[in-house]
């Protein structure tokens, strides 16, 4: 491990941290339980991400889980006790699991969701929710949660901007699970991998980034591509020429021009 983790990353229960070779891992490691999630395992994520986000060690974030299952959804002991729950303990639940979503999204790091196995309800949204998505073809991704008549409310937002209204509707209001494959073809997840080479290919392509791309250049965009579907065609053009004449004046581009124009290889 390259860097020194802060006690409260060390005193985590339920995930793991890591920074190698500029890659952070944060690691669901509750095998035993699917990698269910409850509110102590949403709070850690949270810490987790922010830990990595700041990290100097980490240019790129791989949310991976230990075991065969990547995600199941909600703990069942915590859907139990999730009955007992007044509509303000709910709301509060809810903007807890809300906020960890949002701050994936529009994290300054590109994230990297490894899924080696099932992906469903909250697991699917959170291998949904990463920038990129790598899935091994055994893996059933699906949004469950009309069957036990709950509401997949919170990924719904992020699924409308990724995948469209046609192929939410089909997720969601079906709640079938769906293959690795068809998941690859409806734009719900990026890459397919077999499970000998799923962690390799990761790590390559997270790599790859990490050597041939300017760290400020993926987080402009990033930010942008969060930012874009709230406007208007007028804003959004407005809004892009800003960014790009911001991105002009940045040392990463002045940089990389230099070493195009000279014909040197750029080491990011």
Not at 98 to 122: D, P, S
Not at 177 to 184: D, G, I
Request: charged fraction near 25%.
């Amino acid at each position: 491990m390259e860097n020194l983790l802060t006690p409260e990353l060390e005193a985590l229960r339920y995930i793991q941290y890591e920074a190698q070779d500029r890659i952070g891992y944060i690691t669901l490691n509750r095998p035993d339980k699917r990698n269910a999630l409850n509110a102590d395992v949403v709070t850690e994520l949270k810490q987790a991400f922010e830990f990595a986000e700041n990290d100097e060690d980490a240019k790129v974030i791989v949310l991976r889980s230990a075991g065969e299952v990547f995600c199941a959804g909600a703990d069942l002991a915590y859907i139990q006790e999730l009955q007992g729950f007044g509509y303000t303990d709910n709301l509060e639940d809810s903007t807890h699991l809300m906020q960890l979503f949002h701050q994936i999204y529009t994290l300054k790091k590109v994230v990297i969701a490894q899924v080696q196995g099932h992906a469903l309800a909250g697991g699917c949204g959170l291998a949904a929710i990463c920038d990129l998505t790598f899935a091994v073809p055994e893996a059933k991704f699906g949004y469950t949660e009309v069957k036990i008549g709950f509401l997949p409310a919170i990924v719904s937002v992020f699924l409308l901007r990724k995948i469209g209204e046609s192929r939410t509707k089909q997720l969601l209001l079906t709640g079938d699970p769906v293959s690795a494959q068809t998941a690859l073809d409806m734009g719900l997840i990026t890459f397919l991998a077999s499970k000998e080479e799923l962690a390799a290919n990761v790590h390559a392509f997270a790599q790859r980034l990490c050597r041939e791309n300017s760290g400020q250049s993926m987080e402009v965009t990033k930010e942008m591509l969060a930012h874009l579907p709230e406007l208007d065609l007028e804003e959004g053009l407005r809004y892009a020429a800003q960014r790009n004449a911001e991105a002009r004046g940045s040392d990463d581009c002045r940089k990389g021009i230099a070493a195009f124009l000279s014909k040197e290889k750029i080491g990011w």
